[in-house]
Every structure is written in structure tokens, then in C-alpha cells.
């Protein structure tokens, strides 16, 4: 009988600290001190060009992708004067001002912040790494560590957030990131259907100190893929302020009606304002924006980066390049040839993937289009307007599959999944047709010869 008893208290305790078993949680505080580097002082020399990247999901396949693009970049040459007219020799990578990442894109954007100066730590810790084995060890080895599944606030995100937060970064969290380029790490807010961004900006809202917050964390947040992974959980700290005092949030609402995104704005101010609200479940970036093309869009906008630019008379832009790399892939549809419906993971496929890669694409589109519009507006007025005098037809490249000309190796580059593995024939066939992908995008022919004859 005594026995019986101590064994159910043995038991009691074992699953009482199960229960209580509490992940890491982004941690209340003021702006952090990094605040400055989203702002346009960022520091660099060569203050007539912005570049701006974002790299797609899909897994280690767009890590890959995203990590041979660079790889190419940095033999591009880029040479420019600084500000006393000395010439300086960079390359193209090193010139990318701000960089945006989703789900497997996020990783890559992330590793090129703080290992682009030994670029084989990343290919060797995760693109030639089992991603999806060492998860699955992580559970199960050893054993006690599965058993935190148990708890209700410990779930799979959690294994995996701190295995990128100790096997990929190093521990390292957005402290340590360098001041330039800019990192956007793009999530989903589940309960808005809208993007969250681990920014100052969006901690301000929660209340909260990014600085203190992992890197490998937030690369879990872009990642959790529905059913595959549960959504990651930030805390929003504070309390309620007047949002009549904020002209952004008035505006929004006034131009609700007209634009969707001021629309978006205004009911994201009322969510994280109402602290009710306490915890914010984020997921997959991809549900919403699998390419992080938004963010560059918002950048036109009034108080976006490049419209700035485009309107500082002081140091007048001569050069936006925006480079778009889509790791998008189109395998065969066989369902259409079968009376049998398609299962639950194709329809899903069909529901958040397929069309979501047609909206990345009108982005895409749209972004062009605001591109063509400021050089027209270069071409009408760029005399008499000293900020545009300057500029240069804007850069708009895209890196993707489809335009990969062998048709044999299209068809392979369409097959490749997405998944947190590929294998050595896989990362072969990227690393080989990537390179030429780049180099012959028409507009990356047009930068590198003026580039060339050093305009």
C-alpha cells in the first residue's frame, strides 16, 4: 500500500512539472538599441543605390536556392565612389541593403547576416544537413525530452525553434545581427491572416525587446507549416495606449475603404492595442506572402525606404535594384486523371501553396509596375527634380525555375520537394543551373554592363 502511494506521487510530480514545462517566450521591454537600422541612416558609403532581396519558401530547397544566389552575387563586381571620391571595390551581395525571408527563405536571409563572410558554415549546418532527421532525433533522443510534448505549452515549434536556435545561430538573437543589410523575417498572424515581421517596429506594438529575441526562433515562426508544425506563441506585454494620438492609425482608417492594406493597419493597431490579446500565435509566412514581396511594396509607400530615397534631394538615388527569388516549383498533377478525389494533402497543397504562388506573382508584377512608374516619373520631371536627376532605369530581377533553359534539368528542378532535406544529386542540380539563372535575367545583363563601364 505505501508503495502504491509513493508511486502516485512520483507520478503526480513527474507530470506536475510536465505541465508547468514552459518554453522560451519573447520577453517584455522598451525599443531595443537597434532601432536605428531600419531606419533610412542606415551606414554605407555608397549612398546613391538600394538594394533590396527577398528570398521564397520552400523548405531546404529555397535555402539552397536562395544561398547559391549570393554565392553568384559576390562574384558580380560592384565598384563605386564614397563620399570623399575614393574608389571602392565590393561585390553585389555585399551591397544588399535590406534582405527579406520566408519559412526556408528565412533561414538563408538570416545566415547571410551573420555568416556571409564564411559562407560554408551555413551550407554545411543546413543545406547539406538531414533538417527533417535531426528533428525527429531530437524528439525521441534522448528520451526525456520528448516526454516535454506532454506539457500543453510545449509542443513540436519548440523542438525545432531551439535546434535552429542552437545547431544553425549559435544562439545568436537579433542583437547581434550587423546594421546593414536590414533582416525582415516574415511570419503569419493566425488571428489578422496577416503578415508579422520580426521587427522593432512590430515589438514595439507587443510591448516587447526584440534584441533579446532568437534568431533561430523567429526562422522557426516563418517555418511552421500547418499540421506539419504548430504555430509559434509571442507574448504581447503593455498596456492599452490612446490610438487617437496616432496620425498613422487615423489615416489608416479614414483610407480603410479605399486601401486594403490601410485597412489591414488599422484593425492590426486595434488587436495588439487591446491587451485581451495577450498571446499571438504566429505561423508559416507563407500563408499569406510565400515570396515577402509586401514588404517591398510597403517600401513605395510614404514613409517606405525607397520612397525616401527617392525624395532625399541630399544624396539622390542612382541606382534600385530589386531581386526577386522565387524557389516556386510545378510538379505533374495526376489528379485530374482520376475519378478519385484528391486527398487531404494535395487539396491542401492546392489551397495554400498553388494560390498562393499566383498572388506572389501579381505582387511580383505590381512591384514592376512601380518601378516603370518612378522611372517615368524620372523621365517627365527627373530634370527639374534634383532627387531624381540621378537615377538609373530601376533593376527588377528575377531568379526562378521556369526560366531555367535545359529542359531536362527544368523537369528536375520541378520535382524537387519541399521538405527540410534534399540530397546530394539535389543540391547538385541547384548549384548548377542557379548561377546561369541569375546571370541571364535581363535586367541582371543590363546591371552588370553598366556596372562594366563603371557609370
Not at 514552459?22 to 537597434?34: C, E, I, R, T
Not at 545566415?111 to 525521441?140: H, P, V
Not at 525530452?145 to 515549434?157: E, F, K
Not at 494560390?355 to 527639374?384: F, H, P
Request: glycine residues 4%; charged residues 25%.
Amino acid at each position: 500500500m505505501k508503495k502504491r502511494f509513493w508511486y502516485i506521487i512520483a507520478a503526480v510530480s513527474v507530470l506536475s512539472i510536465l505541465y508547468s514545462c514552459m518554453p522560451f517566450y519573447n520577453v517584455p521591454g522598451s525599443k531595443s538599441a537597434s532601432t536605428a537600422k531600419t531606419d533610412i541612416a542606415y551606414i554605407r558609403e555608397d549612398n546613391q543605390a538600394l538594394v533590396l532581396v527577398a528570398f521564397s519558401g520552400g523548405g531546404t530547397r529555397a535555402a539552397a536556392m536562395s544561398w547559391k544566389v549570393l554565392e553568384t552575387l559576390k562574384n558580380i563586381p560592384y565598384t563605386y565612389r564614397d563620399k570623399n571620391g575614393a574608389v571602392i571595390t565590393s561585390n553585389l551581395a555585399d551591397e544588399i541593403d535590406y534582405i527579406s525571408g520566408i519559412s526556408g527563405g528565412s533561414f538563408a536571409a538570416a545566415a547571410w547576416c551573420l555568416y556571409k563572410n564564411d559562407m560554408n558554415i551555413f551550407r554545411d549546418r543546413f543545406i547539406n544537413e538531414n533538417i527533417e532527421g535531426d528533428l525527429l532525433k531530437r524528439i525521441f533522443l534522448p528520451p526525456w525530452r520528448g516526454l516535454r510534448l506532454i506539457s500543453p505549452y510545449y509542443d513540436r515549434i519548440h523542438i525545432a525553434a531551439e535546434f535552429h536556435d542552437k545547431e544553425i545561430f549559435d544562439g545568436k538573437t537579433f542583437a547581434d545581427l550587423p546594421s546593414r543589410p536590414v533582416l525582415w523575417i516574415h511570419a503569419t498572424n493566425l488571428a489578422l491572416g496577416t503578415r508579422f515581421t520580426f521587427t522593432d517596429k512590430s515589438f514595439d506594438l507587443i510591448a516587447s525587446d526584440l534584441s533579446k529575441y532568437p534568431i533561430g526562433y523567429a526562422c522557426a515562426a516563418s517555418s511552421a507549416f500547418p499540421i506539419l508544425l504548430s504555430p509559434m506563441t509571442v507574448i504581447n506585454y503593455g498596456e492599452p495606449i490612446s490610438l487617437m494620438d496616432d496620425i498613422d492609425y487615423k489615416m489608416a482608417k479614414m483610407n480603410a475603404r479605399e486601401d486594403v492594406e490601410q485597412d489591414h493597419y488599422w484593425k492590426m493597431r486595434e488587436f495588439f492595442n487591446n491587451k485581451e490579446n495577450k498571446f499571438i500565435h504566429l505561423a508559416d509566412g507563407g500563408l499569406i506572402d510565400n515570396q515577402g514581396l509586401q514588404s517591398i511594396i510597403d517600401e513605395f509607400k510614404t514613409n517606405g525606404i525607397i520612397n525616401k530615397k527617392l525624395n532625399d534631394k541630399n544624396n539622390p538615388l542612382k541606382r534600385l535594384i530589386i531581386i526577386n527569388v522565387n524557389a516556386g516549383v510545378s510538379p505533374d498533377d495526376e489528379s485530374c486523371k482520376h475519378r478519385k478525389a484528391p486527398p487531404v494533402t494535395s487539396v491542401i497543397e492546392y489551397t495554400m501553396v498553388t494560390s498562393m504562388d499566383e498572388l506572389s506573382a501579381k505582387r511580383w508584377m505590381q512591384i514592376k509596375e512601380l518601378c516603370q512608374e518612378v522611372y517615368k516619373a524620372k523621365i517627365d520631371i527627373g530634370n527639374t527634380t534634383r532627387s531624381l536627376s540621378l537615377l538609373e532605369e530601376p533593376y527588377t530581377i528575377e531568379i526562378n525555375f521556369r526560366n531555367v533553359k535545359k529542359d531536362e534539368d527544368k523537369t528536375e528542378c520541378y520535382k524537387l520537394p519541399t521538405s527540410f532535406y534534399l540530397n546530394e544529386e539535389q543540391r547538385a542540380l541547384i548549384d548548377r543551373v542557379v548561377p546561369d539563372l541569375v546571370r541571364e535575367d535581363p535586367d541582371m545583363i543590363r546591371l552588370i554592363n553598366t556596372l562594366e563601364k563603371g557609370d
